[in-house]
């Protein structure tokens, strides 16, 4: 609509009509711009299921600085960084991401997970928490964030989300650990053994000899031995020792021993290295506990 002109000379007609054509022009350069990303953005996740990591973050980049509010952009370069596990640089895009799609639950989780790489345990759980708040059906999977509370001294939160995790998961001991690792913090070690949450038909080397470990039937000997030894080779193998080295680490700090703790832990993370998110626990842990070390 335009306004009748306030002079003769119809002034305000014509200003109202510039400035309506100049709202056209930028819709049509945002529009322009945001096709244009959306090109850039289409390419970069081709190439990144083609494997072409480096071509897919130059490609999220410029589809960026086409159109610096195209959230799926930063989501996807923030997985790129993530891939390259460039950690900071991650946090940064899913940051930008919560910020232009703050109700999109995927950005906070993966935001927590980046959180927790970097150690800044505290942030890692308001994100986890909010993935939760936003997903609530979702928290009882959520068992990264009972890790995230026992590195944030949140016992009780921790052993309530493991307790919950149970109920969608029975047969995994590392929850039965974790629960344990919470119980052990808040309380004793005696008191998390008693409480020790039945486990069985977790298929997986060497974990039900780490179950018997934590629960006083087995011992380190064992978990070494069923590690090490049978079929396995190569991958499969070191994956075996990676957990047997985990876990003997996590059952000695549990007991207060610090050294043996730290010699297991820093086996896991350097000698054993897993790409998966337990490794990154392993790494994150024995920083951690390098850093208290330094600290006493």
């Keep these: 609509m335009i306004l009748k002109p306030l002079t003769s000379s119809g002034a305000y007609v014509k200003m109202n009509v510039c400035t309506a054509f100049l709202h056209l022009t930028l819709l049509v350069t945002v529009q322009a711009d945001t096709a244009s990303a959306l090109r850039f953005y289409e390419r970069g996740k081709s190439a990144y299921t083609a494997g072409k990591i480096e071509e897919a973050k130059e490609l999220f980049t410029k589809a960026i600085a086409e159109d610096p509010k195209h959230a799926p952009s930063y ?143 087995g011992d380190e000997e064992n978990v070494l031995k069923a590690a090490h030894q049978g079929t396995a080779i190569g991958g499969l193998r070191i994956r075996q020792s990676f957990y047997a080295h985990l876990y003997l680490g996590l059952y000695h700090e549990s007991k207060g021993s610090g050294e043996k703790a730290y010699s297991f832990m820093s086996r896991a993370a350097q000698h054993y290295k897993s790409n998966g998110y337990m490794g990154q626990v392993a790494r994150v842990h024995r920083d951690w506990l390098k850093k208290k070390r330094a600290q006493e």
Excluded at 131 to 149: N, R, S, T, V
């Design 75 to 217: 989501l996807a370069r923030g997985y790129v960084y993530q891939y390259d596990r460039h950690y900071a640089a991650a946090a940064a895009d899913f940051s930008k991401s919560v910020e232009l799609e703050p109700a999109k639950p995927e950005s906070y989780f993966r935001r927590a997970v980046e959180y927790f790489n970097l150690g800044e345990f505290r942030k890692c759980v308001a994100d986890f928490e909010k993935f939760a708040e936003l997903l609530p059906d979702q928290k009882p999977h959520l068992w990264q964030l009972g890790i995230a509370y026992y590195y944030t001294g949140q016992y009780k939160e921790g052993r309530e989300l493991f307790e919950s995790h149970q109920t969608v998961n029975s047969h995994d001991v590392e929850n039965a650990v974790w629960h344990f690792l919470c119980i052990a913090g808040m309380d004793s070690f005696e008191a998390a053994r008693a409480a020790l949450i039945p486990i069985d038909g977790d298929s997986r080397v060497p974990m039900m000899q780490v179950y018997q470990l934590f629960k006083g039937t």
